[in-house]
């Protein structure tokens, strides 16, 4: 009998590693990510991803926004070969496209034409500062919200763009800044969020904000259903 209990515990033991070593690598990503600037904690968001319909709300905007939704989208410009992520968060002050990019090092960010970023890169014993072209995401964001547009809305709701770096990018401009488009790092997303949402937080109605998800989120959710 004593041989069994050693063998259950050895058991719980490899699965209790297991569970913790995901349960670390789950966090490590999180906390490196959106999600972290947009739901209450961690525990919340794990409880939500699975299911679309509740990933699209967040206790952390309720309490704060009331009334909201969150859609994630991917879409991939013609010509290039990976896709962009983007969250679409809907407050009853309007519609935010936010832009997620995963550039770390140094961005040097401009109204027109390629953003440069550099970072350092190891070369033997030596470190050295690379440069690298990326694609203006003002131009991607633009692209995206004129095809949203097209597709559901008809530029009939005030919709507000941003692009979003991670917080450990240093991000500078080449020029003037935009102004049109915020170009901000991921601790920053919900100040821009709460001091446009105070401005403007009876723009919509709560049905609205529901009938606009229901638009752009129904067809994924059916998709998760087997509905479609």
Known sequence: ???????????AAVAGSVLFVRYVYM?????????????????????????LTRLSESYYLRSRCGEHRIVYQMAQAKNESIPQAYVIIILTSGLYILAVKNQSG????KRRGDFKQFFMD???????????????????I?????????????????VTDIVVFPD?????????????ISVIKRKQVFGVLKEDFEKHKNTLTEEKVNSIFHALADEAIGLEKGDC
């Open 1 to 11: 009998m004593s041989v069994w209990n050693d063998v259950l515990i050895g058991i």
């Open 168 to 180: 450990h990018c240093e991000i500078s401009w080449d020029g003037d800044e935009d102004e049109t």
């Open 142 to 158: 633009r692209y995206f919200e004129k095809r949203l547009n097209e597709r559901f809305f008809n530029k009939e709701y005030p």
């Open 27 to 51: 966090w490590n990503i999180y906390r490196r990510s959106i999600q972290k600037e947009i739901y209450s904690n961690f525990i919340e968001y794990q409880l939500r991803r699975r299911n």
């Open 106 to 109: 140094r961005v040097i960010a």
């Open 122 to 140: 190891k070369n033997g014993r030596k470190r050295e500062e690379k440069q690298f072209l990326f694609k203006n995401p003002l131009d991607e």
